[in-house]
T-cell receptor, first 116, second 115 residues
Framework: KQEVTQIPAALSVPEGENLVLNCSFT??????LQWFRQDPGKGLTSLLL?????REQTSGRLNASLDKSSGRSTLYIAASQPGDSATYLC???????????????FGQGTILTVHP | NAGVTQTPKFQVLKTGQSMTLQCAQD?????MYWYRQDPGMGLRLIYY???????DKGEVPNGYNVSRLNKREFSLRLESAAPSQTSVYFC??????????????FGAGSRLTVL
């Protein structure tokens, strides 16, 4: 059974810092990996999706990397801002004969606080 | 753009009561899902519907039933609520099964407390 772990559980940084969030998974045969953002009391918003054939994806100040062989992904946030404060979750889909439904296995999340 | 709409947003139940969480999407997505989120445990899949007319169990289905009423609507029913079902419930949808299926759109969540 796939297990997804995120480290650290919580992170507090001053504004302007570059930071890295970590995600590890036990079964390297993943179809892709997705990073989500969740604001308090809200649903999840997809930030980045990395296909298994890709090494990284970028969106603005966010960069996500994927190393399938080691079962790891990192989310790099450059020049952090107070508006980045949220919970960040990574998730991988269940593989079903080479295709995948939206049956995702989530990590526990990293609670990020960026203070002015 | 409504996306995925869940009702109710908040509900308090007594142990043994029943209730149904409603979910509707207006994106013409084929697949729909119900997840629950508990502190320190991330999101866990309860049930999913790969397409209209089909439903299947996820990781934590015990104590729940679902109905895919039509392509737009997917409801989650608690027949006899228990305190262990206190959680935040999220409905999600995706365009189709297969490649790209896990590009999910989530609703805002329904916070359920069982006393």
């Amino acid at each position: 059974k796939q297990e997804v772990t995120q480290i650290p559980a919580a992170l507090s940084v001053p504004e302007g810092e570059n930071l890295v969030l970590n995600c590890s998974f036990t079964d390297s045969a993943i179809y892709n990996l997705q990073w989500f953002r969740q604001d308090p009391g809200k649903g999840l918003t997809s930030l980045l999706l990395i296909q298994s054939s890709q090494r990284e994806q970028t969106s603005g100040r966010l960069n996500a990397s994927l190393d399938k062989s080691s079962g790891r992904s990192t989310l790099y946030i450059a020049a952090s801002q107070p508006g980045d404060s949220a919970t960040y979750l990574c998730a991988v889909p269940e593989n079903a004969g080479g295709t995948s439904y939206g049956k995702l296995t989530f990590g526990q999340g990293t609670i990020l606080t960026v203070h002015p | 753009n409504a996306g995925v709409t869940q009702t109710p947003k908040f509900q308090v139940l007594k142990t043994g009561q029943s209730m149904t969480l409603q979910c509707a999407q207006d994106m013409n997505h084929n697949s729909m899902y119900w997840y629950r989120q508990d502190p320190g445990m991330g999101l866990r899949l309860i049930y999913y519907s790969a397409s209209e007319g089909t439903t299947d169990k996820g990781e934590v289905p015990n104590g729940y039933n679902v109905s895919r009423l039509n392509k737009r609507e997917f409801s989650l029913r608690l027949e006899s609520a228990a305190p262990s079902q206190t959680s935040v419930y999220f409905c999600a949808s995706s365009p189709r099964a297969g490649a790209g299926a896990n590009v999910l759109t989530f609703g805002a969540g329904s916070r359920l407390t069982v006393l």
